[in-house]
């Protein structure tokens, strides 16, 4: 009896130690983009910043969050779009402060793009 105890001990002691390595292996997302591609509410969360907007799209590579909206409207110049985005710095730097202390990653941007029908790049700003 004393034989088998040992032996079922050693054998709990061995997968409590399978369990830990396994789980030190594990390597912590280093950018946004491997750190949302892991967590699947991040995912939702951020297809939810434009899901009200059909002309909008958010892309992920690497520590860049990228926006995209398209624009049908002729009248919007890169002047005017300009305008509106240096409106939103201090929104788009707050965002990017929550994400990185979310994430417990640093070095994260948000580059905010207006393209026309055609795909063509009207103007941009990265925001850091």
Do not use: H, W
């Amino acid at each position: 009896m004393k034989g088998k105890k040992r032996i079922a001990l050693i054998a709990v002691a061995l997968v409590i130690l399978m369990l830990f390595v396994t789980a030190c292996g594990k390597k912590a997302p280093e950018t946004l983009e491997e750190y949302v591609k892991a967590n699947q509410s991040e995912q939702d969360a951020i297809q939810g910043i434009v899901s009200d907007d059909p002309n909008a799209t958010v892309t992920i590579t690497g520590n860049t969050l990228e926006i995209t909206y398209t624009v049908e409207d002729v009248n919007f110049t890169a002047d005017i779009l300009n305008n509106a985005l240096g409106s939103l710095g201090d929104t788009f730097t707050g965002v990017i402060k929550d994400l990185e202390t979310e994430t417990g990653i640093s070095g994260i941007n948000i580059k905010v793009s207006y393209v026309d029908a055609s795909g063509k790049e009207i103007t941009s700003k990265v925001f850091e």
